[in-house]
């Protein structure tokens, strides 16, 4: 018992410093006279001035430098990471998201442990959710934008498809796009007006764009440009008819939502209902479900009978569920 509570007392004390970190950021008035002496230095015309300013912007890339180092070592792939974040729509940055799986890791074990778990379990659950609920959430939050640009991106490129008509360049149709239509596709096109003001061509800026989205709507669009610029043709006609199959995609995307959703209801209840009631009776009665946790020397690899059948249900329900996943996923 003294154990456990050394324990949760460390959890509990690392959370605090974690939450006190996240909230007390640096001091205004430090932040204020760093930046008027930045701007003194930049604006002086002696000597030392522009040499202290040269040193005080070395040590800040440095200083950005070793955190970027610091996280490449914590997290497995930053690149993916921060490309998944990027996707979301969101400024989040890389220490945000690995202070929220702190968070989660060591709320969650601090809690099991106060209601009796074993320290090596609370420890084991807590990771798993520290790791997987931000990663689902990132990825929820990804695929509602992802549907939420679909839906709308048809009408840009209708929009489009007017602006040409009617003589605008293909330059000024994607600013008029950015400007009139809300959501997410706004938001795109107008980071593409700002790409191509700052000097780079379409091709790149477009590109960019869809390597972020990383959906195949966009990326026909990309390529339809990209073909009009290098063999010519009816461009707005061209646009037009991508709009049209892009509609017709997504109407065939809800019908067959529509015709599974049955289904996919069906199986996410029968699936889930045998873990939540576990997790229930562990959380109620931890006693009654301890010799589940309770290894057996004599047993297959150190489990005990009950661990092994649990083992196999498990991984049985897993190839259940992928079958079924497989059986309404359509590639349209």
Known sequence: MDGNFF?????????LGLVVVAL???????ARKRRVAMI???HSDSAEALLEARMRKAISNRSTAIETKMLVSLIPNPENLTQRIRMTGKKWTLSQYMTTSAFIFLGLAGLLMLRGFPPLMALMVGLA??????????GRLINKRITQFNAKFPDALELLTRGLRSGLPIAETLGIVSSEVPGPVGEEFKLITERIKIGRSMEQALQETADRLGTPEFQFFVITLAIQRETGGNLAE???????????????????RAMSSESKASAYIIGALPFLVFGMICYINFNYMEPFFTPDPAGLFGLSLM?????GGFCWMGIGAFIMAQMVNFEI
């Open 7 to 15: 324990l949760i007392m460390l959890l509990m004390a690392t959370l």
């Open 24 to 30: 007390v950021g640096p001091s205004p008035e430090k």
């Open 40 to 42: 003194r230095g930049r």
């Open 129 to 138: 959710a520290g790791l997987a609920l931000p990663h689902w959430w990132v």
């Open 238 to 256: 061209t646009l037009s008819n991508l709009a049209t199959v892009l509609r017709q995609r997504a109407q065939m995307k809800l019908k067959i």
């Open 307 to 311: 661990q092994v059948v649990g083992i």
